[in-house]
């Protein structure tokens, strides 16, 4: 299948100080990625859905200041988890379809700790 | 409102027996089904797809199962490795959207 690549697999940063987490999909274009958070034990939580070109859908509760997104190109998306606090720490996953209504892949996760 | 719910929340076999996963659903109108696999720390890996015209689809041994009309899937592992030990989840895409919805998983895990 399409092969997702999520960068870094895992990251300690310190209180207040920014991360970004890259997702490209390899050999497929994305108009479309989601961006997802994953609690110890739960389901994955759809954060954001990120469109080619324009700007990020966000779910409620989502905060569009702290969580920045950007779809540059066809094939990349970016998380960036600003003023990073203890609280934000969590297992972030991204997902590119490519189109609405077929499969979806999966990056491997990234393992956000802040301390 | 749009809801997946799946059974058991978790659940321990020993190697080599078979075990089934359910999935209910209430997403309407519905585009596909789809279960997926995820080991701990990794992100979720795709097992079968299935639309509404599909009653059965297998991935080696992994079947899966839907019911359209009474908005039920099931998801049958046969002789469980240790491999299989992961959470199952199973996801309805809302047809309206094509948003996915998500079932809180199953984890499965195989003992020796």
């Known amino acids: 299948g399409a092969v997702v690549s999520q960068h870094p697999s895992w990251v300690i940063c310190k209180s207040g100080t920014s991360v970004k987490i890259e997702c490209r999909s390899l050999?497929?274009?994305?108009?479309?990625m989601f961006w997802y958070r994953q609690f110890p034990k739960q389901s994955l939580m759809l954060m954001a859905t990120?469109?080619?070109?324009?700007?990020?859908?966000?779910e409620q509760g989502v905060e569009k200041d702290k969580f920045l997104i950007n779809h540059a190109s066809l094939t990349l998306s970016t998380l960036t988890v600003t003023s990073a606090h203890p609280e934000d720490s969590s297992f972030y996953i991204c997902?590119?379809?490519?189109?609405?209504?077929?499969?979806?892949?999966f990056g491997q996760g990234t393992r956000l700790t802040v301390v | 409102k749009n809801q997946v719910e799946q059974s058991p929340q978790s659940l321990i076999i020993l190697e080599g027996k078979n075990c089934t996963l359910q999935?209910?659903?209430?997403?309407?109108?519905?585009?596909?089904l789809r279960w997926y696999k995820q080991d701990t720390g990794r992100g979720p890996v795709s097992l079968t797809i299935?639309?509404?015209s599909e009653n059965t689809k297998s991935n080696g041994r992994y079947t899966a199962t839907l019911d359209a009309d009474t908005k039920q899937s099931s998801l049958h592992i046969t002789a469980s490795q240790l491999s299989d030990s992961a959470s199952y989840i199973c996801?309805?895409?809302?047809?309206?959207?094509?948003?996915?919805?998500w079932g809180a998983g199953t984890k499965l895990i195989i003992k020796p």
């Open positions: 997902s590119a379809r490519p189109s609405l209504n077929t499969e979806a892949f």
């Open positions: 050999d497929f274009q994305a108009t479309t």
């Open positions: 990120s469109n080619e070109g324009s700007k990020a859908t966000y």
């Open positions: 999935c209910n659903y209430t997403v309407s109108p519905f585009s596909n």
């Open positions: 299935m639309t509404f």
């Open positions: 996801v309805v895409s809302d047809g309206s959207n094509y948003q996915l919805i």
